[in-house]
């Protein structure tokens, strides 16, 4: 069975997470872990192939929803945001963030290069759900392969993009 990924953000450096890095400032930190039950209060679950240890620097734009949001990924709005991160310039990692199986928690969008700050003000999830643009430091962000085609559709309650129909699903 294929663990899940958590994510989570912290005050303090989380502890056996599988990568994490320091947000700048006092923002805290990201992290992501690869096990089966959630690792702490609050995590989301999201695309493992967005998320590496050996991931270089880049800028994200964090869009975490609060307590009590409720929007499915089955809304439209939800559904043009990943239309819209499909017709631009591939970022270099994305991934939606669930509550479960068919509720949106939030989602990560990573830039690098000069410009990644700038473009990532029109983060199509900021859309749906009020976005943080933040730097963040080595250690997490990956660099996944854009989607192989257009496709915007879940596979059974996974995050966007995670392909396939992995047996823990």
Not at 45 to 52: E, I, R, S
């Amino acid at each position: 069975m294929t663990a899940r990924c958590w994510v989570a953000r912290t005050d303090a450096q989380p502890r056996g997470a599988h990568a994490c890095a320091k947000l700048a400032g006092d923002a805290g930190w990201l992290a992501a872990w690869h096990q089966q039950e959630r690792p702490c209060p609050g995590a989301l679950l999201g695309d493992p192939a967005a998320f590496d240890s050996g991931g270089p620097p880049a800028w994200i734009s964090l869009a975490w929803a609060p307590e009590g949001f409720d929007v499915l990924f089955d809304d439209p709005a939800v559904q043009r945001a990943r239309q819209l991160v499909l017709e631009d310039e591939p970022p270099s990692a994305v991934t939606t963030l669930s509550r479960d199986a068919s509720h949106l928690g939030g989602a990560l969008t990573a830039r690098r290069g000069a410009d990644a700050q700038r473009r990532l003000r029109d983060d199509p999830f900021a859309r749906v759900i009020p976005a943080a643009i933040l730097e963040i430091g080595p250690g997490l962000i990956g660099r996944p392969k854009p989607p192989a085609t257009v496709v915007t559709e879940r596979y059974g309650g996974a995050p966007w993009p995670a392909e396939g129909f992995g047996s823990d699903r």
